[in-house]
């Protein structure tokens, strides 16, 4: 911390790009690691989609999120796990549309129950941390969703199974090789979510601006990159059903999941205006994304640049709304 303060903004710029290409990287092998794993297990294709895919792509939002909450950075650990949601649905969503060849539908079922769980995880969430705190006990009740919607997932996967099988195509890799991939994979995130926690209030002080900019604007963006890349490779490739799905279970995660568990480690006490100011702003983007969804239950290019719009419509707002609140005060 003594060397980055001594380098100033320009050595924590360096520490934070160089700890966002190593969190990208590292959960990319996480991610290979552990869909090899599920297919030398011959794990249900439901199992890797939430547990797997979704796991693994919000796994730089839970470092971040967690090393922030003990820190003591309260902020940037709740304010990364709701940015991260309003960057899922109004950035990574929005790349499945504008780069699938095709139109992608929808799954009404899955889409039905995604939406139930997302709408009660999120007022719950907003309503627990209206008082501008999200204490201990409050984190272990979203943690205990999670764990509610991953039984119940998968006990409705059982109930209206789907035609689709383990992808075999390729021989996964050995034990060995994947149980590395997994170890490093694992050990580069939590460094790497170290630098970005030590070089973002370093950042917000010489941008003359809040941890919660900084978590709002920069760290949810850079988390949620996992996110973006995998909706743009599975669009390509005419998955974007899959990349539709990755991404609802990751607005249950990053709340349920990555804010919960901040929250057991450390209570979270935010002003009551940033609460006020964050919680609509992803209520309106989730409530909007899936309402377009439910239209047709078709993806299509249109309703991407909607999302898109309201993203940057978001972003804007941070430098003008309450900033008062979302100001240093010296």
Not at 113 to 137: C, I
Not at 155 to 171: A, I, T
Not at 192 to 221: K, N, Y
Request: a negative charge.
């Amino acid at each position: 911390m003594e060397w980055l303060t001594s380098q100033g903004v320009w050595g924590a710029l360096v520490l934070m790009a160089g700890s966002f290409a190593v969190l990208v990287k590292c959960a990319d092998w996480m991610v290979d690691g552990a869909a090899d794993m599920a297919r030398r297990l011959r794990v249900p294709p439901i199992l890797i989609g939430i547990a797997v895919v979704s796991l693994g792509t919000t796994s730089p939002e839970l470092a971040v999120s967690v090393r922030a909450a003990l820190e003591g950075r309260a902020e940037i650990a709740l304010g990364n796990a709701v940015g991260s949601v309003i960057y899922d649905d109004g950035l990574a969503l929005p790349m499945v549309a504008l780069f699938s060849p095709v139109v992608v539908m929808i799954d009404r079922i899955v889409l039905r129950s995604a939406a139930t769980f997302l709408v009660a995880a999120h007022l719950g969430a907003y309503w627990m941390s209206s008082d501008g705190a999200l204490v201990r006990w409050e984190g272990g009740l979203l943690v205990l969703g999670f764990f509610a919607y991953l039984v119940y997932a998968y006990w409705e996967r059982r109930q209206h199974p789907m035609d689709e099988e383990l992808d075999l195509s390729e021989p996964p890799r050995s034990w060995p090789r994947l149980l590395l991939l997994l170890v490093i994979g694992l050990a580069g995130v939590l460094i790497s979510s170290e630098g970005i926690v030590v070089a973002a209030p370093v950042l917000a002080v010489a941008m003359g601006v809040s941890d919660v900019i900084i978590a709002l604007l920069v760290v949810a963006l850079g988390t949620s990159i996992p996110e973006v890349a995998t909706c743009i490779a599975a669009a390509r490739k005419r998955q974007g059903s899959l990349a539709v799905g990755n991404i609802l279970g990751a607005d249950i995660l990053n709340i349920c999941w990555i804010a919960g568990a901040s929250a057991v480690v450390n209570d979270l006490v935010v002003e009551e205006d940033v609460i006020h100011f964050m919680f609509p702003a992803m209520l309106i983007i989730v409530f909007v994304m899936l309402g377009l969804m439910r239209l047709g239950h078709r993806f299509e290019r249109w309703k991407g640049i909607v999302l898109l719009v309201l993203c940057a419509v978001y972003v804007a707002a941070l430098f003008t709304i309450n900033p008062g609140a979302l100001q240093t005060h010296g």
